[in-house]
């Protein structure tokens, strides 16, 4: 499966593409905070503010079907947590963002910068979104710095 989180969302390979966006909203934020048990309560008030805890829930309940249907059982939901444990066999571009960035060679990081293709999900202007967008626009031209410094001492011209 493949995921973009960078330039806009896109759910490659998917049978059932998600349909709901506060289940996309759902997918992305668990993307964005993999293996962590995140309280069902928090989620609901992450993606429904406004709502009253009870119809929060509920709605929660139903994104949670949906990302079940069409990702299969990957989303872990307990009574009262939600878990993305992250999948060997996901091609997920902000997670190899995030791994390539911590390698200082010259390739990883050219990989990096070729997966930044724009900022973090734009479509979504959610309070919650904010800060992983731009850390990873810090990350991005950090990375960008890098690599420059690392081009130019092996190709002083």
């Known amino acids: 499966m493949h995921i973009r989180l960078f330039g806009s969302f896109q759910h490659i390979d998917s049978e059932r593409p998600l349909v709901q966006a506060k289940a996309r909203a759902l997918l992305i934020y668990l993307l964005l905070f993999p293996d962590q048990a995140h309280p069902r309560e928090k989620l609901a008030d992450l993606l429904w503010p406004e709502a009253a805890p009870e119809q929060g829930r ?92 690392h081009l130019m001492s092996h190709h002083p011209d």
């Open 58 to 149: 509920r709605w929660l309940s139903n994104a949670l079907y949906e990302l079940r249907q069409s990702l299969g059982e990957c989303v872990v939901a307990g009574e009262g947590t939600v878990r993305l444990p992250r999948r060997s066999g996901w091609q997920v571009d902000v997670w190899a963002f995030d791994q390539l960035t911590q390698v200082t060679d010259t390739p990883a990081l050219q990989l990096a910068i070729d997966l930044y293709v724009g900022d973090l999900v734009p479509e979504i202007y959610d309070d919650w979104v904010i800060t992983p967008r731009l850390a990873r626009r810090e990350t991005y031209l950090a990375t960008l710095e890098m690599l420059t410094e």
